[in-house]
């Protein structure tokens, strides 16, 4: 059998098998979903973050609010309270009858008042500055008091503690009412301390005017102080209050300064800044003020109901503005919730759909590398049409992943036209190499005849008739190796046959193809045919398996080829005993056996195409060969030809008498000159093959046909040929006895001489050191 490589001692050195560290690849779903998942958290905290902030704004503005409702009463009436008192003060500190009684009265108001006051500023809510200061200045209400009851001091310094007290009043209320994080809320809110400043500007003038008193008379600062507080309300009511207050109350507004009262008011300024006298002691004020008491009674309840008014609308306004902030932060996280959602299901619906295309197009590149172009490569390979539609086709789409797909088109109409290039090639470089074949194959043919026909003139001297015999076997070798360049190029072996051949004939057909045909020794276990137009390529299959067995074994080894009949045709097993053979060589050599390979690897090669030729004849066959390691430690192969191969025999002829041996025999039957792709036959000259002569038996033998050629020393090695199976072994009588007590034998035939000259033994030997040689070459070249 074929030993292409021996198992080696050793296996092939390691190889370093580190790769250079790759970059980790991300995937596209990954990227995608962080694609929505970063811009989807960040607008999260922007919206966290902005609720966050109104909801701040909104509990500062709801804390103002409360702060204001909680404090802003019982401060303004402090301030009213400090204002009446300022005044009563004044009044009594200039003698005005009455003023007594009623300072008594307003100092209890504004003790109550303080009291409340005092109280307030307790909570730690309120422990600002400005509270402080308030409640230090209240403290020292006493004592001024009673610098004004016993009219110690200056009036002016006195009066100066009051206004310095409601000055701090109108800061802290100032402080409450200013909103820095809402422009709209301190615009509305700048009125309300315009009109308190207004309002202590207009008390400043009525406690003014209750200090000059019955004398209408006052000193120089006091009117001093009157001017500027007539300016400086005047100034507040038309720049700071009047532009700033809503419409409705600047129509009341307006009633209160076209009020009676108010013009009262006005004309009394008028009058005491036009009309007065300067005096020694100070300034006289005209008649008219006389009637201030009453018309300030009047005006000031108005004022007092606007200040009130307008207070309250700004707190109410704050409250709005408060639940309008949570509104707002509601809706922009229910909003924002919304644009997420819509978010998230845009992407899940987007990644989906991407990956959705990019799976589809993953599975038709996939089907296209693992089934459409290997069978399109194959098809070509064979030289068979190719259907266009079943490749994908460029589709001309803008998108990303059609654009992939046209690429991914282009590529593979690329590969196509250049596997259908290659085949167009290969197909012509097998014409022309099938021509050469047949050129050359006839030329051996001729080169045959002519050796037959020196046999025939020259068959008497026997000398040189062995010598054509060994012209002969080497020319037949050398035409079996044109048929192996005729198969490998695409070629078609001649086939002469006519008529089925029995199995035992084609066994000793295929022997008398290889050059060392005597060590074969043919078994044919089962009487049937082989069709006529497949018998010369099974012929040349066996004869390639056997001349490998023959080559690659021991030289005085037998090759055994035995044949017979399975359930799916017919097996032909050939066992040697040549070197052992690792099983991944095996897997090697069978995969060999099972593909046709390119000129490339037949190129790489050239020195063992037995097995691409094998395999060629057995894919045209339809047979399967099969490589494996036989019980003898050398390799076995098992072919095995479909039934369709085969024919029923014929019922046997009665066997003819025996015939003396002829002088000589052909060790191979002549075939027709190669004809490239034919099977048209031709006229063949088979060389009748020799019987053996008869030996004296003592005893008949059991009905079966044995042919001993090797014995003859003309024959192709021993063959066995029985109708169904080899026969049991018999006794023999009187085998078992003494040979004393034998009955007398017929005298023996003297036993023949091996046919093998010397000069055959030594080229068998040098051509088993020959194969040793290249096997051991085979295995340098093979190992990296």
Do not use: C
């Not at 051996?444 to 002969?472: C, K, N, P, W, Y």
Request: hydrophobic residues 40%; charged residues 25%; aromatic residues 4%.
């Amino acid at each position: 059998m074929s030993v292409i490589e021996p198992a080696g001692p050793e296996g092939p050195p390691a190889r370093s098998t580190a790769r250079p560290r790759r970059r980790r690849t991300v995937r596209l779903r990954t990227l995608l979903i962080w694609l929505a998942v970063v811009p989807t958290m960040a607008m999260g905290a922007q919206v966290a973050v902005t609720a966050e902030r109104l909801l701040a704004q909104a509990e500062h503005l709801r804390a103002d609010v409360e702060a204001a409702e909680r404090i802003g009463a019982p401060l303004y009436t402090l301030m009213v309270d400090l204002q009446s008192e300022r005044t009563v003060t004044a009044a009594r500190w200039a003698g005005t009858p009455g003023a007594e009684e009623e300072l008594r009265n307003r100092r209890q108001a504004t003790d109550r008042a303080a009291a409340e006051f005092r109280l307030l500023a307790a909570d730690p809510v309120h422990s600002a500055e400005a509270f402080a200061e308030v409640v230090r200045r209240l403290a020292e209400l006493g004592a001024y008091r009673g610098r004004a009851d016993s009219r110690t001091g200056a009036a002016d310094t006195t009066l100066a503690y009051y206004t310095g007290t409601i000055d701090k009043i109108i800061q802290v209320y100032q402080e409450e009412f200013s909103h820095a994080e809402d422009a709209e809320l301190t615009q509305e809110s700048r009125p309300v301390v315009s009109l308190l400043s207004a309002s202590e500007m207009v008390a400043r003038e009525d406690t003014a005017l209750a200090l000059a008193g019955p004398s209408r008379e006052l000193s120089a600062a006091g009117f001093d102080q009157f001017v500027s507080s007539v300016g400086a309300h005047r100034y507040l009511y038309s720049t700071w209050v009047v532009p700033y207050l809503p419409e409705g109350d600047r129509q009341f507004f307006e009633r209160i300064v076209a009020s009676p009262a108010w013009q009262t008011k006005v004309r009394i300024e008028n009058a005491v800044v036009s009309e007065h006298r300067d005096t020694e002691s100070g300034v006289r004020l005209p008649a008219e003020v006389a009637g201030w008491r009453d018309a300030h009674e009047r005006f000031s309840v108005q004022m007092a109901t606007l200040n009130v008014d307008r207070a309250r609308e700004v707190l109410v306004r704050g409250e709005a503005k408060a639940e309008q902030l949570r509104t707002e932060v509601a809706w922009l996280i229910g909003a924002s919730g919304g644009g997420l959602l819509v978010v998230v299901t845009v992407v899940v619906l987007t990644t989906r759909s991407v990956l959705r295309r990019l799976r589809s197009l993953h599975e038709r590149t996939v089907t296209v590398a693992e089934e459409t172009l290997p069978d399109v490569v194959s098809r070509l390979q064979r030289g068979l049409p190719v259907d266009g539609t079943a490749l994908p086709a460029v589709g001309g789409d803008r998108d990303e992943v059609g654009r992939i797909s046209d690429a991914f088109a282009r590529a593979v109409a690329v590969s196509v036209d250049g596997h259908r290039q290659l085949a167009a090639e290969r197909h012509g470089f097998g014409l022309f190499a099938a021509g050469i074949a047949s050129r050359t194959g006839n030329l051996v043919s001729r080169q045959l005849g002519l050796t037959e026909d020196i046999q025939d003139a020259f068959g008497h001297d026997e000398a040189l008739l062995a010598q054509l015999m060994r012209s002969d076997q080497l020319t037949v070798g050398m035409r079996r190796q044109i048929e192996n360049l005729l198969i490998l190029s695409g070629g078609e072996i001649p086939d002469p046959h006519t008529e089925p051949m029995r199995i035992a004939d084609l066994l000793r057909e295929a022997a008398a193809e290889v050059e060392d045909f005597r060590r074969i020794e043919r078994q044919a276990l089962d009487e049937a045919s082989v069709e006529p137009h497949v018998i010369s390529q099974i012929s040349h299959l066996l004869a390639e398996l056997l001349d490998n067995a023959t080559r690659f074994s021991p030289p005085r080894s037998k090759v055994v080829i035995r044949a017979e009949l399975v359930a799916d045709g017919l097996s032909v097993e050939i066992e040697d005993r040549g070197p052992r053979v690792s099983p991944a060589r095996y897997e090697e050599m069978n995969a060999r056996l099972h593909s046709a390979p390119p000129y490339s690897v037949l190129a790489e090669n050239a020195h063992r195409l037995g097995l691409f030729v094998v395999g060629h004849l057995a894919d045209q066959l339809g047979a399967s060969v099969t490589l494996r390691r036989s019980v003898y430690g050398g390799t076995a192969a098992v072919v095995v030809l479909p039934r369709d191969l085969l024919t029923t025999p014929a019922a046997p002829a009665p066997a003819p008498a025996p015939a003396p041996a002829p002088v000589r025999q052909a060790p191979a039957e002549r075939r027709p000159e190669l004809v490239l792709h034919s099977n048209a036959p031709a006229a063949a000259k088979p060389v009748p093959e020799p019987e053996p002569e008869p030996a004296a038996t003592p005893a008949p033998t059991p009905a079966t046909e044995t042919e001993t050629e090797a014995e003859t020393g003309t024959g192709l090695g021993t063959e066995t040929v029985t109708g169904t199976r080899p026969a049991l072994p018999e006794r023999v009588p009187q085998t078992h006895m003494a040979t004393q007590l034998r009955a007398p034998r017929a005298p023996e035939a003297a036993p023949a001489r091996d046919a093998a000259t010397p000069e055959e033994v030594a080229d068998a030997w040098a051509d088993y050191e020959q194969g040793t040689q290249t096997v051991e070459e085979e295995l340098r070249q093979d190992q990296p």
